[in-house]
């Protein structure tokens, strides 16, 4: 089992950053790649970006392209998702995600493990 932690998120304007962690935790070496969704209130969960083990190619939706940016440590078992020029669109629960098997998707159900999410919110 592995058990995922975020944190990092909060209130802030319009065009301001945050940067959401993800703590990986139990047998993290089974993990390949990982993600970020978010679900605003109302709405169906969203893909945001993924990123492989190896950290290259990782992969956004087109609404974050250029503004948000995924990473990885692999000795730290840690995600990170920095969040750059935010919009008040972007407000929503951010969840850290992993999967064992393959690479990357950027559909939820492939996903296997997921945390608890953070409430991101963004005023204009």
């Known amino acids: 089992q592995v058990q995922l932690v975020e944190s990092g998120g909060g209130s802030v304007q319009s065009g301001g950053s945050l940067k959401l962690s993800c703590e990986a935790s139990g047998r993290t070496f089974s993990t390949n790649a990982m993600a970020w969704f978010r679900q605003a209130p109302g709405k169906e969960r969203e893909f945001v970006a993924a990123?492989?083990?190896?950290?290259?190619?990782?992969y956004y939706t087109e609404s974050v392209k250029g503004r948000f940016t995924i990473s990885r440590d692999n000795a730290k078992n840690m995600v990170y998702l920095q969040m750059n020029s935010l919009k008040p669109e972007d407000t929503a629960v951010y969840y850290c995600?992993?999967?064992?098997?393959?690479?990357?998707?950027?559909?939820?159900?492939?996903?296997?493990?997921w945390g608890q999410g953070t409430q991101v919110t963004v005023s204009s």
């Open positions: 995600a992993g999967r064992t098997r393959g690479t990357w998707s950027t559909y939820s159900q492939h996903y296997e493990y």
């Open positions: 990123i492989a083990w190896s950290g290259a190619a990782p």
